[in-house]
């Protein structure tokens, strides 16, 4: 499977304890991008990777959350002290920017990690 | 900042018939991409069509294409013969193209596809 894989599917924490995700992406491809997704909504931008930089995090992203890449294939996105507002699915995705000042096309999306925090 | 609406909440149709989900989409930008992403009932999703801004022919893919509109920034996907495959949450979505950005999408609420035998 070539694909972008995700670990775990699910997850059930306690509020105020801390969750870990991980994401692998397609493996030729540099850039990464989490995105969450609540009920009803579309998934919305967290943050983004090119490489092992992480070059942007949206406002979404509160100091609880913090996202890794360290050797640019994998990444993972820890919440600290889950509070019940971060029940949501986390999607991981994947493209390929192909050189300085060229754009990436279309991301190709893990299955996700739903979270529900109780 | 970009937004992209969908204003069908839900939309059903009869197997083997033709639907069309809406989107239309807020941008002063002038080149950007646009998707239609399908996520079925195990939640992955899957890119169904791409449209890049500056191509004025509509794109399509097998059953599926889209109607481009981009003065009135509209961007509509048609799904012909239906399948039960089909029944799904469609995604609109929008990317910008401008160089050294990051390039992250933003998505309409959905529109959730009933495909009725």
């Known amino acids: 499977d070539t694909g972008v894989s995700q670990d775990p599917r699910h997850k059930i924490t306690k509020r105020g304890q801390n969750v870990t995700f991980r994401c692998d992406p397609i493996s030729e491809h540099n850039r990464l991008y989490w995105y969450r997704q609540t009920l009803g909504q579309g998934p919305e931008f967290l943050t983004y990777f090119q490489n092992e930089a992480q070059l942007e995090k949206s406002r979404l992203l509160s100091d609880r959350f913090s996202a890794e890449r360290p050797k640019g294939s994998f990444s993972t996105l820890e919440i600290q002290r889950t509070e019940q507002g971060d029940s949501a699915m986390y999607l991981c995705a994947s493209s390929l920017a192909l050189g300085p000042g060229r754009t990436a096309y279309e991301q190709y999306f893990g299955p996700g990690t739903r979270l529900t925090v109780t | 900042a970009q937004t992209v609406t969908q204003s069908q909440p839900e939309m059903s149709v009869q197997e083997a018939e033709t639907v069309t989900l809406s989107c239309t989409y807020d941008?002063?930008?002038?080149?950007?991409?646009l998707f239609w992403y399908k996520q079925p009932p195990s939640r992955q999703m899957i890119l169904v069509i791409r449209?890049?801004?500056?191509?004025?022919q509509n794109a399509t893919e097998n059953r599926f294409s889209v109607n481009f509109q981009k003065a009135a920034k509209s961007f509509s996907l048609k799904i012909s013969d239906s399948q039960l495959g089909d029944a799904a949450m469609y995604f609109c979505a929008y990317r910008s193209a401008r160089l050294y950005d990051n390039n992250d999408m933003r998505f309409g609420a959905g529109t959730r596809l009933t495909v009725k035998p």
């Open positions: 941008t002063s930008e002038s080149d950007y991409y």
């Open positions: 449209q890049e801004a500056y191509k004025q």
